[in-house]
């Protein structure tokens, strides 16, 4: 732990996960050939330029950063989850802290995002949880790692949205709408169906949505897993699978064979699968796998009967999720 800027009493804390916003590459102009996570988060903060450090400044915050992993986000892991959340749930017990930062890896952000969404629940009533990002390494020519992360800085401090969240080239994002939609462009996340919640400009954040795209209702369910006393709980053996034209008869029952706990299907469409898929997954879950359905597409949600929580052929989906999202859902579910 460091604190690397220091004004009063209040403060933001700064926790760092890696990814590509603390990555490190050998030539400047190159911004897709680098080590992720390289950087700790007392060296982003402390190599910020100036205009990005008067923002923060102007927050009459202090800030305190910590790492928690230093790794790319296509290698996170199960228990990494975990610790990051202890770490979270630890900050937002200070009453100093105004609110959260996570610096954090591009691929998996939406995921973690939802993870650290449903099992702080409450927790992020009035202390904002921020997950920032970069597609450049800290060390290409046009970064664009210090004013993600100096706009979450801002957004954090500044009391103007609730919950988890995403902040990403100006634009804040629900932990449930954010999503991945790009692999190289620099604003490359997006909201899907759902329009961003806030921006930011030079420092100064405004509100655009004067709801949230989801109530924030107690977790106590998982208040003794994020005490560090107790073991990180077992995993779920969770797949996501693709159902494409000419779909393979032989892998779902390969799965369910092999003893998997649950699938998510990324189906077409509007939850649509193929008769033959269909049948084989009434039938595992049947046998107690569960079976949730997403849909493929990148943009809009599933309609069905929402009541039931099913798609208009049987198949139990989460309202609103996608399919990576989903399992992150069904992980929780099945623990």
């Known amino acids: ?94 009453p100093s802290v105004q609110g959260l930062v996570v610096t954090h890896g591009t691929d998996t952000l939406e995921e973690t995002a939802w993870f650290l969404d449903q099992v702080l629940g409450h927790r992020t009533r ?50 449930q709408a954010v999503q991945k939609v790009h692999p190289t462009r620099v604003n490359a996340f997006d909201g899907g169906p759902v329009s961003h919640i806030a921006t930011v400009h030079s420092g100064v954040v405004q509100r655009e949505n004067p709801g949230d795209a989801l109530p924030l209702v107690s977790q106590s369910r998982w208040d003794r897993w994020l005490t560090p006393e107790t073991p990180i709980p077992k995993q779920p053996w969770v797949e996501c699978v693709w159902h494409t034209g000419a779909a393979s008869s032989q892998l779902l029952p390969l799965l369910a064979s092999a003893g998997v706990d649950g699938v998510v299907v990324a189906a077409t469409g509007n939850g649509t699968v193929n008769e033959e898929w269909l049948m084989q997954l009434q039938s595992m879950s049947v046998a107690g796998v569960a079976v949730r359905c997403a849909t493929r597409c990148s943009h809009g949600a599933l309609v069905g009967d929402i009541e039931k929580g099913q798609t208009f052929s049987g198949l139990a989906f989460y309202p609103g999720l996608n399919a990576v999202k989903s399992r992150v859902q069904l992980c929780l579910d099945l623990i």
């Not at 400047?28 to 402390?46: F, N, W």
């Not at 992360?149 to 500044?158: P, R």
């Open 1 to 94: 732990m460091q604190a690397v800027f220091n004004s009063n009493r209040r403060s933001v804390v700064v926790l760092g996960m890696g990814g590509t916003i603390a990555g490190e590459g050998d030539d400047p102009s190159q911004t897709l050939t680098y080590q992720a996570g390289a950087r700790s988060v007392a060296r982003l903060m402390a190599d910020l330029p100036l205009p990005c450090r008067a923002q923060i400044e102007a927050t009459g915050c202090a800030v305190i950063g910590e790492s928690v992993a230093q790794i790319d986000s296509k290698d996170i892991k199960w228990t990494h989850w975990w610790d990051l959340a202890r770490r979270v749930v630890h900050w937002l017990d200070e």
């Open 126 to 175: 009035f202390k904002p949880v921020v997950i920032t990002c970069a597609m450049r390494p800290a060390t290409a020519a046009d970064a664009d790692g210090p004013q993600n992360l100096a706009d979450a800085v801002v957004v954090a401090a500044s009391g103007a949205v609730r919950g988890v969240v995403a902040c990403v080239a100006g634009e804040v994002f629900s932990a």
